[in-house]
């Protein structure tokens, strides 16, 4: 029941609107733990659903787990808390603290049984509609020449570029790349004052699909950076030695908009810029 309960949760956290974010790197200092009330009684499926409903709207936060800012397993582990029911921070873990539903000695009521069983099942056939579409929009992303230029770039894959293939007006619409990153929101705000310039978050003010393919992508590529290690000398190293990783990941987003502007608008296909010695 338990299982079938977080994966509620965590789509309620998926409805803020947020882009997806990876979660806390290794050794990142953890945030402290949501406060245990004991319930007088058994918690209902559906006070857990409503308590998670009720956070609609609180913005997601890269290791954050409280009502300021929340990633998805802080949000699962918040929930359960204010339930009473004390959850470990991790997803694995939270995972592993589950019953399983298809466990033939699990002692849940049959009725109960029966409800999760259909819930199951929505959840499997949603998951081989979401495989069908994932084939389709590959095959279509090879298929389609420009698709496939986009594709070199890292981070860029069939989604992304096939959404930016079908989604961007005519690229002589943007004089630069710059242009290009600033109609996707990607470009930050100016706040100078006194002569000194200092730039703020992102504008967020323009195509969100795309913008949010690109930070995902961006994401990734910061995410393996991390675990293999960025060539030395290169601007992704740099970055990485110095700004916190979603930052980067944010930046090299912009910085693969520009990419694509160079793609659309003078033809040819990515070549990495060879590392500075």
Same mark, same amino acid.
């Given at each position: ?9 965590? =789509? ?6 947020? !882009? ?5 790197? #290794?050794?990142?200092?953890? +945030? ?7 319930? #007088?009684? #058994?918690?209902? &499926?559906?006070?857990?659903?409503? !308590?998670?409903?009720?956070?609609? $709207?609180?913005?997601?936060? /890269? $290791?954050? =787990?409280? @009502?300021? $800012?929340?990633?998805?397993? %802080? ?7 204010? /339930?009473?029911?004390?959850? &470990? ?15 033939? /000695?699990?002692?849940? @009521?049959? =009725?109960?049984?029966?409800?999760? *069983? ?10 081989? /509609? ?23 770039? +890292? ?14 007006? &005519? ?22 004052? %006194? ?8 504008? *967020? ?13 961006? =994401? ?8 293999? $290690?960025?060539?030395? %000398? ?8 110095? *700004? ?23 033809? %040819?296909?990515?070549?990495? #810029?060879?590392?500075?010695?």
């Amino acid at each position: 029941m338990l299982l079938v309960l977080i994966a509620l949760a965590t =789509s309620a956290c998926a409805t803020t609107g947020s !882009t997806p974010r990876p979660r806390p790197f #290794p050794g990142a200092p953890r +945030p402290p733990e949501a406060p245990l009330i004991v319930p #007088p009684a #058994p918690v209902a &499926p559906t006070t857990i659903v409503t !308590t998670a409903m009720m956070y609609r $709207g609180v913005p997601y936060r /890269n $290791g954050g =787990s409280d @009502p300021s $800012g929340f990633d998805c397993s %802080g949000f699962v582990q918040w929930v359960f808390a204010q /339930n009473g029911i004390r959850l &470990p921070r991790e997803v694995r873990d939270q995972y592993g603290a589950g019953t399983q539903i298809e466990d033939p /000695n699990c002692d849940l @009521p049959e =009725s109960a049984l029966a409800v999760f *069983k259909v819930l199951i099942m929505s959840l499997q056939a949603l998951e081989e /509609n979401i495989a069908i579409l994932d084939t389709e929009i590959s095959r279509r992303s090879k298929e389609d020449q420009v698709a496939r230029r986009l594709m070199t770039i +890292p981070g860029v894959g069939p989604i992304t570029a096939t959404a930016i293939a079908a989604l961007t007006p &005519p690229i002589e619409t943007f004089r630069t790349g710059r242009d290009f990153a600033a109609w996707l929101g990607l470009t930050p705000l100016q706040k100078s004052t %006194g002569g000194k310039q200092r730039l703020g978050a992102i504008s *967020k003010m323009g195509d969100r699909t795309i913008r949010r393919l690109l930070i995902i992508g961006g =994401s990734a590529v910061v995410s393996h950076a991390c675990r293999r $290690g960025a060539p030395v %000398g290169t601007w992704l190293a740099r970055m990485l030695a110095r *700004k916190p990783r979603m930052l980067v990941a944010v930046a090299l987003a912009n910085k693969t908009a520009r990419i694509v502007w160079a793609l659309l608008a003078k033809g %040819g296909v990515y070549r990495a #810029p060879v590392a500075a010695a």
